[in-house]
């Protein structure tokens, strides 16, 4: 029989996700908000529906949305109708507690559902190739399989049961939000002391200092380049989750909270749906600096 998976948030990742599986022959529904964003799919061959027509022939639900409550909002709204068996791929950035109720509501309904965090960017997604944090029970794991190996380059295997992918998650977003912030005070630093930003990049891409991102996002910013890959308001969501989970455990999260508070400002000053590097924006007005 054939393998049936459906994607719903066709984002800057799930819309290449959404094609990876196309690619990879499995027949794939969309669904999303945005007309133009189901256009795109239907044109690239994949099948438009709502979700609740056809989420009885569903083999793979993948939740490629913003936030726990959308999460929540489309299981729901076809929980009843999934069929038996059925896996529940949940791909965004929410509280390990919340990854852990979601599992034991799909598993009371007779389905399986993988805590399944996603990375690499939206680059990486229309290639197929982002990286899975997952965790989840074995015919969890083995009924998503298809579509894992459709989406994935790398797919961690981190428990059998759900809140470790989402813990791990955190911790990378924590990494990715600090280090987004540090290279923008880096490059804006650099232009305060006559650094021209294109030399900052190209001379501490090569030196200790460096991070991912701030070799992918600092060509962003010597280029002037903000179209939104990742927005702002991704990291004001991200890391005011690691946040709150810091504050509910009783952990100090300092740097985390710095660059919680630069994102902010960010969003404050209606940055908030250009590229996350557009918080050096924030360090440059705060000292009357001129970006490229």
Excluded at 173 to 185: F, K
């Amino acid at each position: 029989m054939a393998y049936t998976a459906a994607v719903a948030g066709l984002g800057s990742m799930g819309m290449g996700m959404a094609k990876s599986l196309l690619a990879a022959g499995i027949e794939t529904y969309g669904s999303d908000t945005d007309p133009a964003k189901l256009n795109e799919f239907t044109s690239a061959g994949g099948k438009q529906a709502p979700l609740i027509d056809v989420a009885e022939n569903i083999d793979c639900l993948m939740i490629v949305v913003v936030n726990a409550q959308q999460t929540k909002t489309v299981l729901d709204s076809v929980f009843e109708q999934l069929k038996p068996g059925a896996v529940v791929v949940a791909c965004a950035t929410v509280p390990p507690e919340f990854a852990k109720a979601l599992e034991a509501q799909c598993q009371q309904q007779g389905l399986h559902y993988l805590d399944a965090p996603i990375s690499g960017g939206s680059v990486k997604a229309a290639a197929g190739a982002i990286t899975v944090l997952a965790a989840g029970s074995d015919e969890a794991f083995t009924q998503a399989q298809p579509a894992l190996d459709a989406v994935a380059e790398k797919v961690f295997t981190l428990g059998n049961q759900a809140g470790p992918g989402s813990a791990l998650k955190s911790i990378n977003q924590l990494l990715a939000g600090v280090h987004i912030a540090a290279a923008a005070e880096a490059i804006t630093f650099g232009l305060s002391q006559g650094v021209d930003a294109k030399t900052t990049v190209d001379v501490i891409s090569q030196c200790a200092g460096t991070s991912w991102m701030f070799e992918n996002r600092g060509p962003h910013i010597a280029d002037g380049d903000y179209t939104p890959h990742s927005a702002v308001d991704i990291f004001v969501k991200d890391l005011g989750i690691v946040c709150d989970i810091g504050h509910s455990s009783k952990f100090p999260l300092p740097l985390a909270a710095t660059a919680l508070q630069q994102f902010i400002a960010a969003a404050g000053a209606g940055l908030g749906r250009e590229d996350d590097s557009a918080v050096a924006k924030v360090y440059a007005n705060q000292s009357d600096i001129e970006l490229p």
